[in-house]
T-cell receptor, first 114, second 115 residues
Framework: AQSVTQLGSHVSVSEGALVLLRCNYSSSVPPYLFWYVQYPNQGLQLLLKYTSAATLVKGINGFEAEFKKSETSFHLTKPSAHMRDAAEYFCAVTRNSGNTPLVFGKGTRLSVIA | EPEVTQTPSHQVTQMGQEVILRCVPISNHLYFYWYRQILGQKVEFLVSFYNNEISEKSEIFDDQFSVERPDGSNFTLKIRSTKLEDSAMYFC?????????????FGPGTRLTVL
């Protein structure tokens, strides 16, 4: 079985500060990992994904995440937060085989303070 | 940019009533999914669909749920007899192919409220 744990249901940062959203995974097979963002009243939008290539993955809007097998982590970072980054962020994992249901974490709400 | 659309955005129904949630996946996508998110909880997988049949379903997807692709564009989720605990946000998603590397594109969701 696969699962992800997102540490911190709510993270608050100042505008211009580093954003760090934590995700740890559990998987019995090599995982594929994703970060999705949900802005208010919108669907889930893919930020980035890890598919067993480079361990440092760059995504949209200046976000990146690093796959660390030894730590079973896939934390999301952004060097400088913008007000528009305020949203709900979801980490997800799936198997690297045919059926691909995504298993999501509980989400982390990011607030950006001016 | 192509996107997944869902209607209605909000559905209110009485317990025991049937509801149909509609989705229009991205046109060249072949795989379709339904997920749901009960308020304050995780987004959970319900069912995946390919080539006019269910590929995989979760424990949540019991006999009161069904999915259908009635025509070339729509993908529907039917709940036959709604329960209070069915109140949730329901997300439709679609992807081009069936491997773990392919992105699932999500719609904006339908908020279902069962009274």
């Amino acid at each position: 079985a696969q699962s992800v744990t997102q540490l911190g249901s709510h993270v608050s940062v100042s505008e211009g500060a580093l954003v760090l959203l934590r995700c740890n995974y559990s998987s019995s097979v090599p995982p594929y990992l994703f970060w999705y963002v949900q802005y208010p009243n919108q669907g889930l939008q893919l930020l980035l994904k890890y598919t067993s290539a480079a361990t440092l993955v760059k995504g949209i809007n200046g976000f990146e995440a690093e796959f660390k097998k030894s730590e079973t982590s896939f934390h999301l970072t952004k060097p400088s937060a913008h007000m528009r980054d305020a949203a709900e962020y979801f980490c997800a994992v799936t198997r690297n085989s045919g059926n691909t249901p995504l298993v999501f974490g509980k989400g982390t709400r990011l607030s950006v303070i001016a | 940019e192509p996107e997944v659309t869902q209607t209605p955005s909000h559905q209110v129904t009485q317990m025991g009533q049937e509801v149909i949630l509609r989705c229009v996946p991205i046109s060249n996508h072949l795989y379709f999914y339904w997920y749901r998110q009960i308020l304050g909880q995780k987004v959970e997988f319900l069912v995946s669909f390919y080539n006019n049949e269910i590929s995989e379903k979760s424990e949540i997807f019991d006999d009161q749920f069904s999915v259908e692709r009635p025509d070339g564009s729509n993908f529907t989720l039917k709940i036959r007899s709604t329960k209070l605990e069915d109140s949730a946000m329901y997300f439709c998603a679609s992807s081009e192919a069936r491997t773990g590397t392919d992105t699932q594109y999500f719609g904006p969701g339908t908020r279902l409220t069962v009274l």
